[in-house]
């Protein structure tokens, strides 16, 4: 199978959100192993592109979920309340594009500066 139809595959699958355990097996024993090395990968990356990770901490209102939902139509959004490693505040991560608006993560920054300047 050539990489564009296995691309094609992944794609389809990715959009329909759908793999049976039965097109497993078919991909599983008519693959090759580098076809097959092809098509994890390439399903891990259009998972990766296609779902927006949002992490946050306390509660996310109505009107952000809303617009975060407006920012991305076309993709798959996960909520995760995480309140124990983000201390308050958001953190997105979309493909590999991570946007961290987390007091966690600005307290890191500023101890980070600290240490520089020492």
């Known amino acids: 199978m050539k990489r564009l139809q296995i691309k094609e595959l992944v794609w389809s699958i990715v959009k329909y959100d759908e793999l049976s ?12 192993r580098k076809e097959l090395k092809l098509f994890m990968m390439l399903l891990f990356k259009e998972i990766k592109n296609n779902n927006i990770l949002v992490n946050f901490a306390g509660t996310l209102s109505e009107t952000n979920k809303n617009k975060i939902l407006e920012m ?10 995480d309140d124990e490693t983000l201390v308050g505040g958001i953190c997105l991560e979309y493909g590999d594009f991570v946007f961290d608006c987390s ?10 500066v600290i240490k520089e300047a020492l």
């Open 72 to 81: 991305f139509p076309d993709k798959k959004i996960i909520f995760n309340r």
């Open 103 to 112: 007091v966690s993560a600005t307290i890191k920054r500023i101890l980070n």
């Open 21 to 32: 355990e039965k097109n497993l097996n078919w991909i599983i024993s008519n693959f090759s």
